[in-house]
């Protein structure tokens, strides 16, 4: 987090320094906005609200405009996220084979619903339109990696593999 | 710098030096990499390692037979090459040791072999007599599967870069009139020809202009630009180039979603080696002409692929549609002419630039030219990426290259064109695939993606599927697209819970008329299609579900009753395990009974009857 809320004082954590650079890199450049807000996800997992304000001021952006962009793509989010992200494809071949139970399935493992991250922050479980793997249906992608022709007995097996 | 003749011919020797040598090469688009291809390349390395073997372990990109990933490729000096399908780390050794080793292949496991004027393996299929092949070309897809995309030599030694080296020496017109003259038209949907396209950014007065490259492909059922993007990122940056020399642009964004991180990462490598190399950049090939591209990852919204609300995310705005006109060939980008067209048509600029027009104008329908990719996939035996000419029958496709329908089922539709194709019936089967064609059907060929359905698929469900996926992506911008999809979508749900009334088939039809006339952009436009389709081809179903409250497929849960037949159970008590709300009751040995109160309609149970004693009707 951008500041230590105890002391109210800010506080220079690795994650700060990361996001001075990022927005140094692209102040200035037009249309900036949503490389910088994917690059302050890709620093904090999420989009505080306190570093957005900060967007909008570095970047001379209007902050309820900063906001619109933010709800407006998928992949922007407002609250933390887990450290593994399950997406869970629910595209046409997909949803003929059968992906809605490994769905339930996962849901049921986790014991979270869908947009909804594990108390440990170990996964945050979502539905995509297509991952463009339709060849492997049904399928999942865990972070950057797809697993494909599942069934819904293996999925403990694959979640094992994410700390 | 450019690449001179000896320096193309040294790469080239290199390259065919190469091919002579014994190798390995494991398929490595995100595909195989998903059905476990590094862990086969993992094996493949250190079983080469531990025997000590003089082999090249290589990598390329997915050569199209997603059913047999993860594919493994062998080859032996003066041999052909034979591509191994469903190769997993268990059965590398004896690969190795019976290919590579004893110089016999196992033939159970080869799906074909590719000759390239080396000596035939006697009881494999050649690539171009397989089944899956044989009705393809490969024009657009050659490389795929063929080169290690990460390598430029790669490129190069194949004929890569010599489009945008013929270019430079071209008349700015030839080259639009050479698109022109081979009839490519847009390979993303919507298929407006190219060279008209590109004439008009090029009349266009502005002292920028812009080369923006649609790579947002979000159907669902498409992976064409994927394929191509991780398989020949080069193809695409060449195009893109020779397109901005056309038209006179210095600048170009790749627009690619962020689903595709391997497409991106392999595409970043792809500017950089290229920029080092002088092939891109700063006074190109010494013609004075410059060029650099960026990657702009898109950040999730469907709608981004629609050409104008991408132009607006690039800006860093939310992706909604502009009204046109001005079109972008007028003022696109930052107010700027721009140019945009998809990965695919940019895939295809290089080869008709070096084979020329007509070369490309030779395959191909009277109005619809050249070579499609598409993706099949859905109910069928072999799903995958396959290039054919325009103009092949939607017969061909499913029985001879999709190996017809899984479990020796019946077709009963394919469905064309994504969310804003339509759902096309058996007595369709023989029409050609074109954009005319497939757009008098009322379904649009659209990207690429065919999802082939059997007899056990609904069409209100599928209908209804691509209802909630429109409705869910519309921007909002325009009342018809946001509430008008919304109404359609509750007018189908409440039809497939068995609440339909006959009114409502006339409702859904008014509804999809407005919509379709009066949406601000091709989302919203086209929306309405699948339901269309499916109510002109299959409108006994819609009946059924309205009048009978019946669904014909046993899809629809709330229609459906599960009962156990008397005559065949047997009392074993595994459905009552396998039942997840306790609905199935019975003594051993004694016929069960579902208490449909308590049913669900999961259908848990079925796969679990070993005698078949559950229908669901």
Redesign the interface.
């Known amino acids: 987090m951008a500041g230590c809320a105890c002391t109210g004082e800010k506080v220079d954590s690795p994650q700060d320094l990361q996001l001075m650079d990022l927005l140094g890199h692209y102040r200035g450049y037009d249309g900036s906005l949503i490389p910088v807000l994917q690059g302050v996800q890709e620093i904090y997992g999420y989009l505080p609200a306190e570093v957005l304000e900060k967007v909008s001021q570095e970047l001379k952006i209007p902050f309820s405009k900063v906001f619109g962009v933010v709800t407006f793509y998928a992949q922007f989010h407002l609250k933390p996220r887990g450290r593994n992200i399950i997406r869970v494809c629910l595209g046409t071949a997909c949803h003929v084979l059968g992906n809605a139970k490994v769905f339930d399935r996962l849901k049921d493992i986790l014991g979270v619903d869908n947009g909804g991250t594990t108390d440990d922050l170990r996964f945050t479980l979502e539905s995509v339109a297509c991952i463009g793997a339709c060849g492997l249906a049904p399928c999942i992608m865990i972070n950057d990696d797809t697993h494909g022709r599942l069934t819904v007995d293996g999925l403990e097996d694959i979640l094992a593999q994410y700390a | 710098m450019s690449i001179s003749k000896e320096m193309r011919s040294d790469i080239e020797e290199r390259y065919k030096r190469n091919l002579e040598r014994p190798r390995i090469v494991v398929g490595l688009g ?2 195989g ?3 476990g291809g590094n862990k086969v390349m993992d094996a493949i390395k250190a079983e080469v390692a531990k025997k000590g073997l003089d082999v090249d372990v290589d990598f390329t990109s997915c050569i199209g037979m ?2 047999a ?1 993860p594919v493994v490729e062998m080859a032996l000096p003066g041999r052909a090459s034979v591509v191994y399908g469903g190769v997993g780390p268990e059965n590398v050794v004896q690969l190795i040791e019976s290919h590579m080793v004893q110089k016999t292949p196992v033939a159970e496991q080869a799906q074909i072999q590719i000759l390239g004027g080396a000596e035939a393996y006697e009881g494999i299929p050649a690539m171009e007599k397989s089944e899956y092949y044989e009705q393809q070309v490969r024009s657009v897809t050659w490389r795929l599967g063929r080169t290690n995309p990460e390598r430029i030599e790669d490129y190069i030694a194949t004929g890569g870069y010599e489009g945008i080296q013929k270019a430079l020496t071209m008349d700015r017109i030839a080259i639009i009139d050479e698109i022109k003259k081979s009839g490519l038209r847009g390979r993303g949907g919507g298929g407006f020809p190219t060279g008209t396209k590109w004439q008009f950014v090029h009349d266009a007065v502005g002292d920028k202009k812009y080369i923006v490259c649609n790579a947002d ?7 064409m630009d ?1 394929s191509v993007l991780e398989g020949d990122p080069h193809a695409v940056l060449e195009g893109m180039m020779i397109a901005a020399y056309a038209i006179g642009a210095d600048e170009g964004v790749i627009y690619c979603r ?5 497409a991106i990462r392999r595409l970043n490598m792809a500017i950089k080696v290229a920029e080092e190399m002088g092939i891109m950049g700063e006074n190109i090939m010494g013609s004075g002409f410059n060029f650099k591209v960026r990657i ?7 709608v981004c692929g629609e050409e104008t609300a991408l132009l607006n ?8 549609p502009r009204v046109r006109p001005p079109f972008p060939a007028h003022k696109g980008l ?1 107010q700027k002419p721009t140019c945009l067209n998809n990965v695919e048509t940019f895939a295809n600029v290089p080869n008709i630039i070096r084979k020329g027009g007509d070369w490309f104008s030779s395959m191909g329908t009277e109005k619809s030219k050249g070579s499609k990719v598409f ?1 099949i ?3 069928i035996n072999h ?3 396959c290039e054919v000419p325009m103009g092949m029958t939607l017969r061909d496709l499913v029985y001879n290259i999709a190996g017809g329908i899984k479990d020796g089922k019946k077709f009963k539709a394919v ?1 064309s064109g ?1 969310p804003s194709g339509g759902c096309l019936p058996t007595e369709k089967l023989d029409l050609s695939i074109d954009y005319e064609s497939l757009g008098q059907a009322g379904a649009i060929m659209g990207s690429g ?1 065919l ?1 082939f ?1 059997d007899e056990d ?1 609904c069409m209100l469900d ?1 209908a209804k ?2 209802l909630n ?1 429109t409705q ?2 519309s ?1 909002g911008k325009c009342t018809p697209c946001r509430e008008g999809t919304k109404r359609m979508l509750e007018t189908l749900e409440r039809i497939c819970e068995g609440n339909g009334v006959p009114e409502d088939i006339d409702n859904l039809e008014r509804l999809a008329k407005v919509i379709k006339t009066s949406a601000l952009c091709a989302l919203g436009q086209t929306a309405p299609n699948p339901v269309l389709t499916t109510l002109k081809y299959f409108r006994d179903e819609y009946e059924a579900h309205i009048n009978e409250k019946r669904c014909p497929a046993g899809v629809c849960p709330e229609l459906l009753n599960y009962t156990i037949l008397a005559d065949k159970c047997i009392g074993c008590g595994v459905c009552i395990k396998a039942c997840p709300t306790g609905a199935i009751s019975g003594e051993k040995k004694a016929v069960h009974v579902i208490d449909p109160t308590k049913c669900v309609k999961c259908g848990a149970c079925v796969p679990k009857c070993k005698f078949d004693a559950i229908a669901k009707a």
């Open positions: 995100t595909c990499i998903a059905a997603c059913f990933e492909e979000g159907d669902p059922g498409a992976f994927r962020a689903e595709y991180p391997l702009k990852a898109g950040a999730g919204a469907f995310s690039i800006e860093g705005q939310r992706g909604m930052w993706c996939t859905g109910k799903t995958g990426l469905q994504g993606g999802v359905m698929s599928i599927y691509f996926f869910m992506e921007c």
